[in-house]
């Protein structure tokens, strides 16, 4: 096992958590249409990226355990712009949360 593998193995328990919290608590969005969701979390990835205090982390992470309890994509397209501006980020600054 390598590095890399190492790092994807974490990714993929820290989203399986983040899913399996939210859906203790009771998939609050389960009601909510799949363009709704997706307009949501987009919203909601706008505002933390913005948001140094990252105050809605949960609501994000809500978003994006529906959109992955429904077996759906992430709607990454509607970000436009701001996936590079991200990256860009991470570039400058790889410690920012």
């Known amino acids: 096992m390598n590095d890399n593998d190492d790092i994807e193995e974490f990714i993929q328990y820290a989203l399986m958590e983040e899913t399996r919290s939210y ?4 998939r609050s969005l389960a009601h909510v249409s799949k363009e709704e969701l997706f307009d949501l979390w987009s919203a909601m990835v706008r505002r933390w990226f913005y948001d140094r205090s990252k105050s809605n982390q949960r609501d994000m992470d809500d ?3 529906e959109i992955r309890f429904r077996g759906l994509d992430m709607p990454e ?3 436009g712009s701001l996936i590079e501006e991200m990256r860009e980020e991470n570039r400058r600054d790889p410690q920012r949360d």
Do not use: K, P, Q, Y
């Not at 859906?23 to 009771?26: I, N, T």
């Open 63 to 65: 978003a994006a355990a």
């Open 77 to 79: 397209d509607r970000l």
């Open 23 to 26: 859906l203790e608590r009771g």
